[in-house]
């Protein structure tokens, strides 16, 4: 699951990055109860394992992303403010 945005590869705000966040963790969990509910019931989960292993691939990302993204200003400010 990539979350995909117009234009060139900019940086959404943080805001939009902190709401999605919430919105892919809810969705996390509700998919791990699925697969707990299915293997409670002795079903096959294989594929819904394989679903939530990459929604938390996204989630990874998502934050390695926002990490990066509120250490840059910091860099920025320790050089002058310049862009190097």
Same mark, same amino acid.
């Given at each position: /699951?990539?979350?995909?945005?117009?234009?060139?590869d900019a940086m959404p705000d943080f805001d939009f990055?902190?709401?999605? !966040?919430? #919105?892919?963790?809810?969705?996390?969990?509700?998919?791990?109860?699925?697969? !707990?509910?299915?293997? #409670?019931?002795?079903?096959?989960?294989?594929?819904?394992?394989? $679903?939530?292993?990459? /929604? #938390?691939?996204? $989630?990874?990302?998502?934050?390695?992303?926002?990490?990066?993204?509120?250490?840059?200003?910091?860099? #920025?400010?320790?050089?002058?403010?310049?862009?190097?």
């Amino acid at each position: /699951m990539e979350i995909c945005f117009s234009g060139d590869d900019a940086m959404p705000d943080f805001d939009f990055i902190r709401t999605e !966040l919430g #919105r892919l963790r809810t969705q996390v969990g509700r998919q791990r109860r699925e697969v !707990l509910a299915l293997q #409670r019931a002795g079903t096959p989960s294989a594929s819904a394992e394989a $679903l939530l292993q990459r /929604m #938390r691939d996204t $989630l990874d990302g998502l934050c390695a992303r926002l990490r990066a993204e509120q250490i840059r200003p910091l860099q #920025r400010e320790a050089s002058g403010g310049r862009p190097w």
